[in-house]
């Protein structure tokens, strides 16, 4: 086996190979330019020639060829909640820190990415933007207030207290009792000066083809009395458009808990400035069966409507699926077949812990439910609301957007590393409590773009050719169609075969040829700092020929010459972690993977999704870090290991009209 090393620029850089061929597995050494249309979708016909003009295969090649890394859901000093958390690095500090520098978090610790990120959208709360500045400096107005005398005095002592001032802003925030001589609200020059602050933060740190600094916030809309209901907000545009009007909020009378409003607002938005715009949902763990309705819908109380469904998908291609607050892909209890289903859960209640979750509510909050929930909203309306891709990012409200285990800043400063983070509670309501070591550190987005600006990544994501990990950036590659064959994987740039023959992840799929079933080409490639791979699977859900869910986890790719047992099932891979000192050995799995796949349980006369799931080999958890680095021992429910993963945009197959 021979290593060689490669260097290639920012966050796509690949490391060290397995194997030289390797190097080519995803024809990632070039971007190139893509035809794309109004909404992001690429012309297959222009993207592979039919002959390369000449010697080089990659003369002419006209797709996505690299993958670029990034973290869609990151929080400043700017946020109210960030803010009284401790957080005192801002906007530059940020982009600086994604860039690669290494800065001073704010509890003190020196810190640095592994590798730097290709691109950040800084994502601070619309509502009260520019509150926690003016109540930290002491802001006269401010301090006249009870409430807002008390919070700044909280803020001032630090450590727990602040972190207690934190909790009751969310909390009073979360129930609508936020005092109204505090509020920070459209049109007032402080929201106007944060917002223009934020704009010019972004303009500075692009750097088209080295970075991309994007323009957005999180529109933090929750239903008293807290469940969750969050959208992040990404522009395509820069400053001269994105100034021209202001985000919006959820407090009246210029803002609403209301879905439909916020999309009423980026409507108008695009309509009065020619630009381009997105909402991304997240946490549907936390909003007690409220992210995805399936009959009701919960701002109205009327029932889901054809013109919901329309706007839905219009305005919110992409789903945040894993983060610090969770993974949100399944949960057990609605796939209680597959294994894997119960990665990081966060299942306790609302945003919160006002409410207790009950299992009936699950069925609205997870992404695989919902991309099953959206076939049965097609047939019945017409339009797929929830026809979603998957992304990973942090929601950190550090200001540092670290996702790797062995690099984990916690959620806010008052999580940042320290001996008993693990130990102590994160939050609390009533009997209902999470501790801090069920913090997750996760995710990143893996975007398939033609280059490193706004408007490719941006179109990228409208186009849904985008995946999720937990933090690893492991290459994946993930294509359907109707006549891949055995010898388009063992080309050393499937993507070739895919783009010619199939659409991409985030594609769809209709009309079935007569007798044939869909197949896949599939290929990971693992992160040259992370743990080996243990297995490729496909996700399929369907709605059968009476209606009910279903849905089936294949097998179709793994190492180290496993064989399925009688029950269809492949043995664990095994682990190799040391916990004492949090390292493991890559002696298990495999650096890449590459696999054609065809569905045996094919019916052309059903809807049907597919998604692939990549995962690794166990590797040490965060809390294992944190225990060999600080000398404490752990409780015994404590994970100290875990499978990190990546969950692809699915693909759809509609049958015929």
């Known amino acids: 086996m021979r290593h060689i090393k490669v260097r290639l620029s920012g966050g796509a850089a690949i490391g060290i190979f397995a194997a030289m061929s390797a190097s080519v597995l995803f024809a990632s050494s070039v971007a190139a330019q893509s035809t794309i249309t109004d909404i992001g979708t690429i012309d297959a016909q222009t993207v592979v020639p039919g002959k390369a003009p000449g010697y080089s295969p990659y003369a002419g090649r006209n797709f996505p060829s690299r993958v670029f890394w990034g973290d869609t859901h990151l929080h400043t000093s700017a946020s109210l909640d960030a803010g009284a958390f401790g957080t005192r690095l801002g906007f530059e500090d940020a982009y600086r820190f994604a860039r690669g520098e290494e800065l001073t978090a704010s509890g003190g610790e020196r810190v640095k990415l592994s590798r730097p990120l290709d691109f950040l959208v800084i994502s601070d709360h619309s509502d009260n933007m520019g509150f926690f500045p003016a109540l930290f400096a002491g802001d006269p107005k401010m301090l006249a207030d009870p409430t807002g005398r008390r919070w700044y005095d909280l803020v001032q002592k630090g450590g727990q207290d602040g972190v207690k001032a934190a909790l009751e802003i969310i909390d009073s925030f979360s129930r609508g009792q936020f005092p109204k001589a505090l509020e920070f609200l459209p049109g007032s020059d402080g929201f106007r000066s944060t917002w223009d602050q934020i704009i010019a933060a972004a303009e500075k740190y692009n750097e088209p083809g080295r970075f991309s600094a994007f323009i957005g916030y999180e529109w933090t809309s929750q239903v008293p009395p807290g469940n969750n209901l969050h959208r992040v907000v990404i522009y395509r545009d820069g ?28 409507q108008a938005y695009e309509d009065k400035t020619g630009g381009r715009v997105l909402a991304i949902a997240h946490n549907g763990n936390l909003s007690n069966g409220w992210m995805f309705p399936i009959e009701t819908n919960p701002s109205t109380g009327q029932p889901l409507s054809a013109e919901y469904a329309e706007t839905r998908a219009r305005w919110e291609p992409l789903y945040e699926v894993t983060q610090i607050k969770g993974d949100g892909e399944a949960h057990p209890y609605l796939s209680p077949n597959d294994e894997f289903s119960g990665y990081e859960l966060w299942d306790k209640g609302n945003l919160n812990l006002s409410e207790v979750k009950k299992p009936e509510m699950l069925v609205s909050e997870y992404a695989r439910a919902a991309l099953q929930t959206g076939l049965l909203l097609e047939e019945k309306l017409g339009t797929n609301p929830y026809k979603f891709g998957m992304i990973g990012a942090t929601d950190s409200h550090t200001s540092l957007a670290t996702a790797e285990e062995d690099n984990f800043f916690g959620k806010h400063t008052g999580a940042e590393p320290k001996a008993d983070r693990a130990s102590h509670e994160f939050m609390r309501n009533g009997d ?14 893996g975007v398939w773009a033609t280059e490193n600006t706004r408007e490719a990544i941006w179109d990228a994501m409208r186009r849904k050719e985008v995946y999720a990990t937990t933090g690893p950036r492991m290459l994946v590659r993930f294509f359907g169609g109707w006549d891949f064959t055995d010898a388009d994987a063992q080309s050393r740039s499937p993507a070739f075969a895919g783009y010619a023959k199939g659409v991409p992840m985030g594609g769809d799929l209709s ?41 089936k986890v294949y097998d179709v790719a793994w190492s180290d010459g496993r064989v399925p047992g009688s029950d269809g ?60 680095r600080f000398g404490v021992k752990m409780p015994d429910e404590v994970p100290m290991f875990g499978q990190e993963r990546a969950y692809t945009s699915p693909i759809w197959y509609t049958p015929k009209g």
């Open 511 to 551: 009309n079935a040829p007569n007798g044939k079933a869909p197949t896949f080409l599939l290929a990971a490639l693992k992160d040259p700092l992370g743990g080996n791979l243990d297995r490729i699977q496909v996700v399929k859900g369907w709605i059968d020929a009476a209606g009910a869910r279903q849905e």
């Open 239 to 266: 400053g001269a458009q994105a100034k021209q009007t202001l985000p919006f909020t959820t407090y009246p009378p210029q803002g609403s808990t209301s879905p439909e409003d916020l999309w009423k607002h980026l």
């Open 569 to 628: 099932k492949l043995a664990a891979v095994g682990n190799t972690v040391d916990v004492a000192t949090a390292t493991w050995a890559n002696t298990i799995g495999a650096s890449e993977l590459v696999k054609t796949w065809t569905d045996p349980d094919f019916n052309p006369a059903l809807r049907a999704f597919y998604y692939a799931r990549v995962l690794e080999i166990p590797t040490p958890r965060w809390t294992a870090y944190d225990a060999m």
């Open 432 to 445: 209902v409590f999470l501790m801090g070591w069920q913090m997750v550190s996760s995710g990143y987005a």
